[in-house]
């Protein structure tokens, strides 16, 4: 056995390092660089799809972009559970319970097949009748339904997947879960096309394609995961001797979890309503929206980065009864965070209209965008800020007060006073944008706030 009850395989040295020991920022950013690495790698999926989706029609498009939202709220609730995981694992190898974080992670799986059994339910009865909810013509249902069926049938693929690299990062292995990451995302890029288009000797699949793509590649993902885990090739090697199972653990993983998937379930429900919000203001509005929200997606993409690296410290080391360098390590994370922040925000003010154009050159979209833009950087200052204390919090377990964060800031705050300033002032459609910025400005006092109290260093999982 290794350092702290791990194994050591000799073949890679950073399995035996001890995150609760050493230099906080070199932590964080061994931790943090693979992270941002493997979410930038996560969020092409639904990028891929659309790009050769693209290129069947509109009704496709429309279709596979609607199930999307859904499939969304699926892997949101997915997460959840992912960071419950996590968090309790996190405990258990920061006190060097190797057995302690086997057995949670045995759990956590077999709870898993049980959730994507619902799941795969309701893609097979539900889609349909979920889609024509939404008010949409005939032909984009069908194409609708077609692709969120197999997502959702597929979502074991995706579940044991997320799980199996949680497990990893959680025990401190960030690079394996990236190298994984890359293989299969490649393999997705590679697929794709041949099954949307039919190229070679590939039927022509068109949207079900897209999804069956998406499927095979998170399994792929997922078989290298579960043969890594269990063969020893990352920090905490699983067995299946002895399993049994544990009501207890996974009352524990729903209780930690349920709180999680609602944050965020509640904030892809609140992207779903601003989208609503610009509606009457025609296409143009929605376009620059759309854009702008894909600019905020780049700055979190790095801040959840930075944000599961510090979970797993601040996890780690409370597990190891250091609570204040828990708390440093948050802090760390969160700094690292505003400084990339900050950069952003003086490019975009900079070149609002460079940016915009990379989207699109119509120049009322550019002059509309541009000036979203600037709106934006005001939030964009504190919301990577937020999103790194947001997982500080829920990596130490405490994973209700982020939800009722998120619940505050979006709907009492954020929600009402888009709508109030974009239909009863003179701001119109940037009443909207204003009052997404005015949202993201009060979640960051609560969770600096919540954060500084330090009530999350007291939460027993």
Known sequence: MGKKGFHSSGRNAAFDKDYTKGSIIGNV?????????????????????????????????????????AVMMANSAMMGLSMSLRAIIARFVGAGDVVGANHVARQGFFFSIGFCICIGLIGVFL???????????????VEGAAYLRIMFMGSITMSFRMMGEGIMQSSGDALTPMRIAIFFRLFHVALCPFLVLGWWVFPYMGVR????????????????????????????????????????????????????SLQGMGRNLGNLVLMLLMVPFG???????????????????????????AGVLVGQNLGAQQPERAEKSGWMAANLTEVYAVICVAVLLLWPE????????????????????????????????????????????????????IMISLWVIQMPLAFLLSRFTDLGIYGVRWGVV????????MYTTYFKLGRWKRKKV
Do not use: Y
């Open 127 to 141: 889609a349909e009748p979920m889609l024509i909810a939404f008010g949409l013509e005939p032909d984009v249902v």
């Open 354 to 405: 460079e940016i915009i154009s990379i989207f699109n050159t119509d120049p009322a979209l550019v002059e509309l965008g541009s000036s979203f833009l600037r709106i934006a950087a005001t939030g964009l200052i504190v919301l990577g800020f937020s999103v790194t204390l947001s997982h500080c919090i829920s990596g130490a377990g405490d994973t209700l007060p982020p939800m009722l964060i």
């Open 438 to 445: 005015i949202g993201q400005l009060v979640a960051a006092v």
């Open 283 to 309: 296409t143009l509005g929605i376009a620059a929206h759309t854009i702008i929200h894909r600019v905020d997606g780049l700055l979190v993409m790095v801040s959840i980065g930075f944000g599961n690296s």
């Open 209 to 260: 394609g897209a999804a069956l793509a998406n499927i095979i590649s998170q399994g792929l993902g997922m078989a290298i995961g579960m043969w890594v885990l269990f063969s020893g090739r990352s920090r905490v090697r699983l067995t299946l001797s002895g399993f049994r199972v544990d009501m207890n653990i996974i009352w524990r993983i729903i209780k930690i979890g349920i709180p999680a």
């Open 29 to 69: 950013l061994m931790l943090s660089w693979p992270m941002i690495i493997n979410q930038s790698l996560n969020m092409l999926g639904p990028t891929i799809d659309m790009i050769w989706v693209g290129k069947i029609g509109a009704a496709s498009i429309a279709g596979v972009g609607v199930s999307g939202i």
